[in-house]
């Protein structure tokens, strides 16, 4: 067991590796047979010309909140209502079951079918603790992971969720941090990986950041079955500031991670990075030029279906970019207002926005508008 100390690595040339992600159209051919029947005929239709299928939160037209299973045309499959705004989606293809998580301080999650929209079960967090936003299923689909808040304690969690006993609550795991956001499992389907932003928040305050002076982000990694610490990394010391929220795995198992930088709007700080277990994070370096565009705030981290290349949003600064895995090298940027919600799709990569916009990185000229708000993140199917 080991922490990260207060260093860095400059980025080094590394050989891209072959990914063993699944290709989407797998999911066309095998669980999206049975998927498909239980759609309703328009449904059937958007998914029959389909090259993929997402699921993103978002603001309905009428200003409530819902999550939606969408094309990557931007054609509606299905959507489920929510009670109050929702943040990230987790699926299980094994019982086809999908669930949205509040965004952070709510304490609500909603289990439900992708092909109706219809409700499964909701759950609702512990007294005094409530989601951050995130989760994932378990490789059989017997477990569901969230990232939640003690917030009494200021304490990040990895709860534990039994899903053939109704998705009961059956225990917890310490996040050895604080504003632990986004938590992924990594390929070996044993270690969960975590990042804690490090900052304390009490809903008694709404969203108040109330320790900038001494915030720790970190990059965990932690035993799923035990919830033993592997190793914790640390940004140095002067980059205490740079909240840590959310991450991508790369072909070589490198957790991508993006940035929130809490100091000085005139400061310019490395935003983006990787961890591995036991080696001190790696931050990239920008030219100038792209490192202003992203205005000190990454809002979502992808990867490519190849493993090979990254994608980062910044909704603050309107700008989406695509960087080589192996090198670290900028290979393309673009404006996309608001634009923060990232998928791998196909080739590329699928964005959406705020401003209900959506576009095929490298294949679309211009976006598809929807009546739908797009929130902060999209889940590939």
């Not at 092909?115 to 007294?127: F, I, M, N, R």
């Not at 990040?156 to 938590?183: P, Q």
């Not at 490519?304 to 900028?330: H, N, Q, W």
């Amino acid at each position: 067991m080991t922490e990260g100390a207060a260093t860095m690595r400059l980025f080094h040339r590394d050989t891209p590796a072959k990914s063993a992600l699944i290709d989407r159209r797998s999911f066309l051919i095998g669980a999206g047979a049975a998927f498909a029947t239980g759609l309703s005929p328009r449904g059937a239709e958007a998914f029959e010309r389909a090259e993929g299928l997402f699921g993103a939160s978002c603001l309905k037209r009428d200003g409530s909140f819902g999550c939606a299973i969408f094309t990557d045309r931007g054609e509606i499959v299905s959507t489920v209502s929510l009670p109050d705004r929702g943040h990230d989606v987790a699926f299980d293809p094994t019982s086809g079951r999908a669930v949205v998580f509040a965004r952070r301080p709510r304490t609500f999650a909603v289990v439900f079918d992708p092909t109706s929209g219809e409700t499964v079960k909701t759950l609702t967090s512990p007294e005094g603790r409530h989601y951050f936003g995130h989760g994932f299923f378990s490789p059989d689909g017997r477990l569901l992971y969230a990232t939640e808040h003690d917030y009494d304690a200021a304490k990040g969690l990895v709860a534990v969720y039994d899903v053939a006993a109704g998705y009961r609550r059956i225990g917890e795991f310490d996040a050895h941090g604080m504003d632990t956001h986004e938590a992924l499992l990594m390929p070996d389907g044993e270690t969960i990986v975590i990042a804690n932003g490090g900052i304390e928040t009490h809903p008694d305050y709404g969203r108040q950041m109330l320790n900038i002076p001494t915030m720790e982000p970190s990059i965990v990694f932690i035993d799923r079955r035990t919830g033993d610490l592997i190793d914790k990394q640390l940004l140095p010391q002067h980059l205490h500031k740079l909240s840590l929220h959310h991450m991508a795995i790369d072909a070589k198992k490198r957790v991508w991670f993006g940035g929130q930088y809490q100091g000085a709007a005139s400061d310019s700080p490395p935003l983006v990075g990787f961890a591995e277990a036991g080696r001190p994070l790696t931050l990239n370096e920008f030219r100038p030029a792209d490192l202003a565009s992203l205005s000190n705030y990454i809002g979502s981290v992808a990867v490519s279906r190849d493993g090979e290349r990254i994608a980062v949003s910044s909704p603050v600064g309107g700008t989406v970019m695509i960087l080589d895995a192996a090198t670290g090298r900028k290979l393309q940027r673009l404006r996309l207002t608001d634009g923060c919600g990232l998928a791998p799709d196909d080739d590329g990569f699928l964005a959406t926005s705020g401003r209900g916009a959506m576009l095929r990185l490298e294949e679309d000229d211009r976006p598809t508008t929807s009546d739908l708000e797009w929130d902060n993140h999209i889940l590939a199917l």
